[in-house]
């Protein structure tokens, strides 16, 4: 009998050993269908669990440091990539992702390290010598900046943004002609570079070159035209060459860019002072001094124009609050006897003016200078306070160069360079969706009859798209799972209590384990054949994991030509569903089959005209054949309807261009 068990137990092990390994590599596998669609707390659970069974294995630390590192907690990135680089030296992908949270750390020389090591596996990636020349220019250690970029333009004479580094330590080391030198061969090599043509205007503002710098920042402009920063400057070149309007349309622009500009909006109410437009001046004065209560420059230009345009008191308090700070400041002291004067404080004012005449200040005080000619084009620096440049236009203290540093580590994890995208497939979950819309609510009979017969643990609804889980949530959803395990596993009438399977299957597509949720409702399917929801759910998991499959280079037409038929049989059981045509259209436009995408929207906004999703589908299915001003009209009615990221859609294509 013991031989007999030892020899069953020998057989086992290797099918139980198979089993736990299968169990580990989906989890892996379905922790990196979450990192592809940005879901980063849900990743980590996955890795988590395969962390606590196989804490030997390499790839779960390091994917996880990858999901750390796109939540911004990179000090447990760095410490899962150390890990990983602890069980296997010999990738240099663990190594560079450690450089990148090193990096932003402002730990340098850890960066430094871990990029030398990288190099060592690729010495022919440029963008790992890229990012260690940065990180020694951040450093200060120009000499060995200059080392490596010596080295980069032998091996890449071609590469751009070897010479506009190099011209970057120049700067540092204060040599502005070899900056420009360096910055002219890097706009040779590659004239459509937004940043170093923002970097060449840098060098011609500190020369006084006005026109040539204008001419530069319209280029980076073109080139970048999201970038507060650039409109800045070039209102400030376009002031010094007398364009005050193009000034002033410039300071707009970067304060619908970026509202909390300091230097815009300070600047433009300076701006607007000179040509007359006070009380817009003192609306610019006011948010500056929101954002820097303390800002006593700022104070005292709002100050004399509220004296200006006859608020007394608010002048008064101004000047007070300058006073306070500086109480020597004599100039204050006469504006604020003046304005005494005006109200009929009489006392107030006479003491003021004794402090003046206690110290022998013999200047005529009191009336705001016009800006002379010479005057006019003075700047003085953002953390200077001095009283006497109380109307020239503030620059930066520091003009320094924002460094990007080269990775693949940036935007969504597929790198997918996507403007404007369909909105997703509507789907079965356990959370209302709601599209801006208040008054509209996601409903469909099938879901509600489900929901009243079956009596789910959890009850389902209908959204657009996925709902990214906090870890409270991926783990509640998690416990849900095992409870709908343990009772399908102790059903003796599973035709009784297939509603389980399907809740069970649900549960695994909300935490994104398609492969599970598609093997219950396959199941499921196989008890009744009936139910829509079935069909639909698979359908939408299946076409999830097509996405994924297709961008690691798979072909996933059959797979999805079977999730369209799964969505046909669900048109079939339900023809009054407006979900299940958007969803089909969703697979045909993914097909660039957009005729039959838009005839399947068409039939979804028949049954429900507040689809708006439906519109702003069929708008970009429009567009994408070519014809852009049906295609606005769908974006507009989507808008109206409530989902207002169709207006950043209108403005992309409203120009006419064909979306590629």
Same mark, same amino acid.
């Given at each position: 009998m013991r031989k007999l068990i030892l020899s069953l137990l020998a057989l086992l092990a290797p099918v139980m050993f198979m089993?736990?390994?299968?169990?580990?590599?989906?989890?892996?596998?379905?922790?990196?269908?979450?990192?592809?669609?940005?879901?980063?707390?849900?990743?980590?659970?996955?890795?988590?669990?395969?962390?606590?069974?196989?804490?030997?294995?390499?790839?779960?630390?390091?994917?996880?440091?990858?999901?750390?590192?796109?939540?911004?907690?990179?000090?447990?990135?760095?410490?899962?990539?150390?890990?990983?680089?602890?069980?296997?030296?010999?990738?240099?992908?663990?190594?560079?992702l450690r450089g990148l949270c090193f990096i932003k750390q402002n730990k340098f020389d850890e960066a430094i390290a871990d990029y030398d090591k990288t190099i060592e596996f690729n010495p022919y990636n440029k963008n790992l010598w890229f990012n260690r020349v940065l990180c020694k220019i951040e450093k200060k250690d120009y000499d060995a900046a200059n080392a490596d970029l010596d080295s980069m333009v032998n091996m890449w004479k071609t590469y751009a943004k070897a010479y506009s580094l190099k011209a970057e330590?120049?700067?540092?080391?204060?040599?502005?002609?070899?900056?420009?030198?360096?910055?002219?061969?890097?706009?040779?090599?590659?004239?459509?570079?937004?940043?170093?043509?923002?970097?060449?205007? %840098?060098?011609?503002?500190?020369?006084?070159?006005?026109?040539?710098?204008?001419?530069?920042?319209?280029?980076?402009?073109?080139?970048?035209?999201?970038?507060?920063?650039?409109?800045?400057?070039?209102?400030?070149?376009?002031?010094?060459?007398?364009?005050?309007?193009?000034?002033?349309?410039?300071y707009d622009k970067a304060i619908e860019i970026d509202p909390n500009n300091f230097l815009a909006h300070y600047n433009r109410g300076q701006l607007r002072v000179q040509v007359g437009d006070d009380n817009r001046a003192i609306e610019d004065f006011n948010y500056v001094i929101n954002l820097e209560p303390g800002n006593v420059m700022a104070i005292y230009n709002r100050a004399l124009l509220l004296e200006r345009t006859g608020d007394i008191y608010g002048a008064i308090r101004d000047y007070t609050t300058i006073i306070k700070q500086f109480p020597n400041f004599w100039v204050g002291l006469n504006n604020r006897a003046r304005c005494y004067r005006k109200v009929g404080l009489t006392a107030k004012a006479e003491l003021d003016e004794f402090k003046i005449f206690k110290a022998q200040m013999d200047k005529h005080y009191g009336r705001q200078?016009?800006?002379?000619?010479?005057?006019?084009?003075?700047?003085?620096?953002?953390?200077?306070?001095?009283?006497?440049?109380?109307?020239?236009?503030?620059?930066?203290?520091?003009?320094?160069?924002?460094?990007?540093?080269?990775?693949?580590?940036?935007?969504?994890?597929?790198?997918?360079?996507?403007?404007?995208?369909?909105?997703? %497939?509507?789907?079965?979950?356990?959370?209302?969706?709601?599209?801006?819309? =208040? +008054?509209?609510?996601?409903?469909?009979?099938?879901?509600? =009859?489900?929901?009243?017969?079956?009596?789910?643990?959890? =009850?389902?609804?209908?959204?657009?798209?996925?709902?990214?889980?906090?870890?409270?949530?991926?783990?509640?959803?998690?416990?849900?799972?095992?409870?709908?395990?343990?009772?399908?596993?102790? +059903?003796?009438?599973?035709?009784?209590?297939?509603?389980?399977?399907?809740?069970?299957?649900?549960?695994?597509?909300?935490?994104?384990?398609?492969?599970?949720?598609?093997?219950?409702l396959t199941a499921y399917i196989q008890t009744d054949s009936t139910l829509s929801l079935a069909y639909w759910q698979r359908a939408v998991c299946q076409a999830r994991m097509n996405e994924y499959e297709a961008s690691r280079g798979g072909d996933v037409k059959l797979k999805t030509a079977g999730a369209i038929a799964d969505l046909d049989m669900a048109v079939k059981l339900n023809p009054d569903n407006a979900y299940l045509y958007f969803d089909r259209g969703n697979l045909y436009a993914a097909n660039k089959d957009y005729a039959k995408a838009i005839a399947d929207y068409d039939t979804a906004i028949k049954i429900d005209p507040k689809l708006a999703e439906a519109y702003y589908n069929r708008g970009i299915s429009h567009i994408n054949l070519g014809d852009n001003d049906t295609g606005i009209g769908d974006l507009s009615k989507a808008g109206e309807l409530g989902l207002y990221d169709a207006y950043s859609a209108i403005k992309k294509f409203s120009k006419g261009k064909k979306s590629k």
């Open positions: 089993s736990a390994q299968f169990r580990t590599d989906r989890l892996i596998d379905v922790g990196k269908s979450a990192l592809y669609y940005e879901d980063y707390v849900l990743s980590i659970q996955y890795f988590n669990q395969v962390i606590l069974v196989k804490p030997y294995l390499y790839e779960p630390w390091y994917l996880r440091a990858v999901a750390k590192y796109y939540l911004d907690d990179y000090v447990g990135a760095e410490k899962d990539c150390s890990e990983a680089i602890r069980l296997n030296p010999y990738v240099p992908d663990f190594f560079e330590v120049c700067m540092q080391q204060k040599d502005t002609t070899g900056c420009a030198k360096y910055l002219d061969k890097s706009l040779e090599i590659d004239p459509y570079d937004g940043e170093t043509w923002a970097f060449r205007a %840098m060098i011609s503002l500190s020369q006084e070159e006005w026109k040539a710098a204008d001419t530069q920042l319209s280029k980076a402009i073109h080139l970048k035209p999201g970038t507060a920063s650039n409109y800045v400057n070039r209102a400030l070149a376009r002031y010094n060459i007398n364009n005050l309007n193009g000034a002033l349309a410039d200078q016009r800006w002379s000619k010479k005057k006019q084009h003075e700047v003085r620096k953002k953390s200077e306070i001095d009283f006497d440049k109380y109307n020239q236009l503030v620059v930066a203290d520091d003009n320094t160069v924002q460094h990007e540093y080269s990775t693949v580590y940036r935007g969504r994890v597929q790198n997918r360079k996507i403007d404007v995208v369909l909105l997703p %497939m509507f789907q079965i979950s356990f959370s209302q969706y709601d599209n801006g819309v =208040k +008054s509209y609510q996601a409903f469909d009979n099938d879901v509600e =009859k489900f929901n009243f017969n079956q009596k789910p643990l959890r =009850k389902l609804y209908i959204r657009c798209g996925v709902k990214p889980l906090s870890e409270q949530e991926t783990k509640s959803v998690f416990t849900l799972i095992d409870t709908l395990s343990v009772k399908i596993n102790e +059903s003796r009438d599973l035709d009784r209590d297939k509603g389980l399977i399907l809740q069970r299957a649900v549960a695994n597509s909300v935490v994104q384990n398609y492969a599970e949720a598609v093997s219950d």
